[in-house]
């Protein structure tokens, strides 16, 4: 017996120095550090502020995010040390008596019972894995040594638990304190480190999620021999014995999808990615889009963005409300997605005219029949208004003044302001879109239509959207401040958004300027809005195009914008810029007055671009004042009679603003009267855009009531409006309840 373990000593004494001379000419060969610091990792997105809010697969689909060491807490450096390599700080990648032992045992078993492995010389096999052999081995050692040269202990230490195997795809202690635990490996206890640590000698075996008993066994059997060797308290060992596994695996973080999906780009390494996105607002655009689309059928889905003006930073993107919903087209981001704009991109015509003194805010422009293209097109609500003043006609939207507007600006000049200006999709010759440019004839995304109200939000600058921290990409103005302001100007008339905002905005600090849209067919809804500080855009339809009726720009989009808005901080409003002044005008030309011209007001035009031609449409004829229409408005003011802009009101006064009705269970149609004061017959009635009926004289007209929450509006013979708006429920039938009216008019909602 002594001479077979003599016998085997001098067999292992041969090797050793066989493996000694391999050692030495193996040390002598060139060392590359990159087949030990690189490896596939997995690309991390972080927030404005450093929070993770999106994980991605690495290259070989391995989740694997590297850490500091600083960055991995107490425990899991500690433990590690003292379960792999207990005497790590003072080899030199090869722990001598460790080897000895191996080989004693090893020779005593005649077979491999131990690898006398340090943290360096897994750290190697995890670079190259080889097949364990002894040749694998020495190369491992040599190796080992190498690296031992060329990085600090805690060097090593960091890149062995950022590579180590923590069972399926996981690699690294960060992303196994992730997924295990749902917390960081900074966050991570003795327990739990002592957990991670037990997997390394079976990550499958020892996964707590499919064997809890020997994880949990594995786990207590490292802590007991912390506490043996006095590495820990025994309080410490009764409190981390007394911890719980995890009931469940967790995950790693994938928030704001489709941010991160931009945001990572064809990126295909791993590492950090430092992008623009505020969580907090994030949070905002989700939860109001969600509240948004509660009331809409489960096919329209919505998204939005929220940008920095100051920078272009993307603080908030939302491609789909409906993201992780399962429904059809939920997983579409469509803020990418090609929509008809609707009216959206009315202002661009309106901004080329004041900026090339075509116009003024106070212009005069004639809402009557226009032919185009083969059609004369109409407003929203399927009338004209006769004469109405540039801010009129924008803040209105009305879709005959629009087309006269971009005719006199020029389509080609519009056209390039649009495209100046973000809108990158507009790819075809002018001849394509003709009239239907600023009606919705063409094709753009949410995040061209964020990038060209940007440029109205920062007075002519673009600057375009950008998704990643660091240097801001290149700006430029594409026109002077004066004519952005007067856009500016008009589109925050607060009396707009009555209908969904309850209340009229009166303070500078909270107003904005904003846009509808509504596309052809009930297809697309937005509105854009945007002050001084942010530019805030949604979007809301059907992925697969089909149409809604509830997809009305003011109705469904708007709401989400008043509430987005009114939780960001406020914002001082803009200021004249140079160039800008106040300037008398006629009250009906908009023209700088003449003698003959009744009365005046005051409105906003820019200094030496603007048309300072006196009135020519009032006259002194044999002593009395005179009107000389323009011809397109001539035989309209004549056929009408209309008072321009005499002040009278129209008011709703059924349903009054912010009414409720309860519909009751007895069935049947049940109606309510509208009614309206101040209005000259006939006038024509509109329910969330739909019309509703033509009224005349006295005659009540009644509207079928049905759940939700209705604008209700009308237009009378002479062009005058009035918005209300009315919340309908409906009253389930209990045994207590007994039959009452058809409906239940009580007080104003809030």
């Keep these: ?245 995890p009931p469940s695996r967790g995950s790693l973080p994938a928030r704001a999808w489709h941010f991160a999906l931009a945001a990572l780009g064809d990126r295909k390494e791993g590492g950090t990615i430092r992008t623009t996105l505020e969580s907090s607002v994030q949070a905002l655009l989700e939860r109001t889009l969600a509240s948004a689309l509660s009331s809409m059928p489960p096919e329209v889905t919505a998204a939005g963005i929220v940008l920095d003006n100051d920078t272009g930073d993307i603080l908030a993107y939302s491609g789909n409300g409906r993201l992780g919903s399962g429904l059809p087209g939920s997983w579409v981001d469509c803020a990418r997605s090609h929509r008809s704009p609707g009216s959206a991109l009315k202002p661009f015509a309106y901004l080329a005219a004041f900026d090339r003194g075509i116009l003024t805010p106070s212009s005069l422009l004639a809402d009557t029949p226009l032919a185009f293209s083969g059609q004369a097109p109409r407003n929203f609500d399927l009338t004209y208004r006769g004469p109405v003043t540039a801010r009129t006609a924008l803040a209105d939207s009305l879709n005959v003044p629009a087309v006269r507007v971009l005719r006199a600006a020029g389509p080609e000049l519009v056209l390039d302001l649009l495209r100046n200006a973000g809108f990158r999709s507009l790819v075809y010759p002018t001849g394509h879109y003709g009239d239907s440019l600023i009606l919705g004839g063409c094709e753009v995304t949410l995040l061209q239509m964020a990038e060209g109200y940007g440029v109205l939000a920062t007075l002519g600058i673009r600057r375009q959207p950008r998704f990643l921290g660091g240097e801001g990409l290149p700006e430029r103005r594409i026109l002077p401040e004066a004519a952005p302001f007067l856009v500016a100007d008009i589109l925050k008339d607060t009396g707009r958004l009555l209908p969904v905002h309850g209340r009229r905005i009166e303070h500078r600090r909270d107003w904005f300027a904003f846009k509808t849209g509504t596309s052809y067919g009930y297809r697309d809804a937005w509105t854009a809005a945007y002050n001084p500080r942010h530019t805030v855009v949604v979007w809301m339809g059907d992925p697969s195009g089909a149409p809604h009726p509830e997809l009305v720009g003011l109705s469904a989009a708007a709401p989400a914008i008043v509430e987005v808005l009114r939780a960001l901080p406020a914002s001082d409003w803009y200021e004249p810029p140079a160039g800008v002044e106040s300037r008398t005008v006629c009250t009906l030309s908009g023209a700088p007055p003449s003698p003959a011209c009744p009365s005046t007001r005051t409105e906003y035009a820019i200094a030496g671009i603007s048309s300072t031609t006196p009135c020519t449409m009032h006259a002194i004829r044999n002593g009395t004042p005179a009107v000389r229409w323009p011809a397109e408005l001539e035989e309209f003011a004549l056929r009408r009679s209309l008072e321009f802009e005499t002040g009278r009101a129209v008011s709703i006064v059924s349903p009054l603003p912010g009414s409720r009705y309860f519909l009751t269970p007895l069935g049947g149609e049940q109606k309510t009267a509208l009614k309206a004061e101040g209005a000259v017959p006939p006038v024509y009635w509109f329910v969330g855009g739909t019309f509703a009926g033509r009224q005349e004289g006295n005659t009540p007209l009644f509207w079928s009531l049905r759940k939700g929450r209705h604008t209700v509006s009308l237009v009378d013979s002479r062009g005058r409006t009035a918005s209300s708006w009315v919340i309908v429920e409906a009253i389930e039938r209990g045994p207590e309840q007994r039959p009452g009216p058809s409906s239940l008019l009580l007080t104003p909602a809030d």
């Design 1 to 245: 017996m002594r001479g077979s373990f003599r016998r085997l000593l001098q067999a292992a004494a041969v090797s050793a120095v066989l493996a000694g001379g391999a050692f030495l000419f193996l040390a002598s060969l060139p060392y590359s550090e990159d087949t030990i610091t690189r490896w596939p990792t997995s690309p991390v997105l972080l927030d404005r502020k450093g929070g993770v809010f999106a994980v991605f697969l690495s290259g070989d689909s391995e989740w694997s995010i590297p850490v500091p060491l600083g960055a991995m807490g107490k425990w899991l450096p500690l433990v590690a040390v003292e379960v792999e390599d207990r005497r790590f700080r003072d080899h030199g990648g090869i722990d001598w008596a460790a080897l000895l032992r191996a080989t004693v045992q090893n020779a005593r078993a005649g077979r491999v019972v131990s690898g006398a492995s340090t943290i360096t010389s897994q750290l190697v096999r995890l670079s190259e894995p080889r097949q364990r052999t002894v040749k694998t081995k020495i190369l491992e050692f040599t190796a080992a040594v190498k690296t031992e040269r060329h990085f600090s202990k805690d060097r090593i230490l960091e890149l062995y638990l950022n590579r180590a195997p923590f069972g399926g795809n996981i690699r690294g202690v960060e992303a196994a304190a992730r997924i295990y635990f749902s917390k960081s490996a900074a966050e991570v206890s003795l327990a739990e480190a002592a957990l991670l640590v037990g997997m390394l000698r079976g990550p499958s075996v020892y996964r707590p999620d499919r064997n809890p008993e020997a994880a949990v066994a594995r786990r207590n059997s490292i802590l007991a021999s912390l506490a043996d060797r006095g590495v820990i308290t025994p309080e410490q060992l009764r409190q981390a014995l007394a911890e719980k596994l």
